[in-house]
Nanobody
């Protein structure tokens, strides 16, 4: 299970940084990222990064959020700036193993047009933005 930290409550315009680490027993990871789900809304991909450091962002967070690899193996950060009330949600760290021809994006892990989702999920960390 993935271990997340860094959620909390801030006012609009503020910043938060989420962190996530993959347990050693899981082994090599190809893609890591963050999904979120707000009450009454569908779950959506926020940002992903693969082992080549290629990144992918949801349109709603481009220019405000930055995903990056941590120094520790299989770890990732999500720096969230200029937060908006619409960013309020449970944020989940996600990870996927490599598959031949895999492509990592906010839609999940896909191969040849088929979406496999993500292999591993964290329990989630709450982010609440007040106006």
């Amino acid at each position: 299970e993935l271990v997340e930290s860094g959620g909390g409550s801030v006012q609009a315009g503020g910043s938060l940084r989420l962190s996530c680490a993959v347990p050693e027993w899981i082994g090599s990871i190809y893609c890591m990222g963050w999904f979120r789900q707000a009450p009454g809304k569908e779950r959506e991909g926020v940002a992903t990064i693969n082992w080549s450091a290629d990144t992918n962002y949801a349109d709603s967070v481009k220019g405000r959020f930055t995903i990056s690899k941590g120094n520790a193996r299989n770890s990732v950060y999500l720096q969230m700036n200029n937060l908006e009330p619409e960013d309020t949600a449970m944020y989940y760290c996600v990870a996927a193993r490599w598959r031949d021809g895999a492509y990592c994006s906010t839609a999940g892990l896909s191969v040849g047009g088929r979406n496999y989702g993500m292999d591993y999920w964290g329990k989630g960390t709450q982010v609440t933005i007040s106006s």
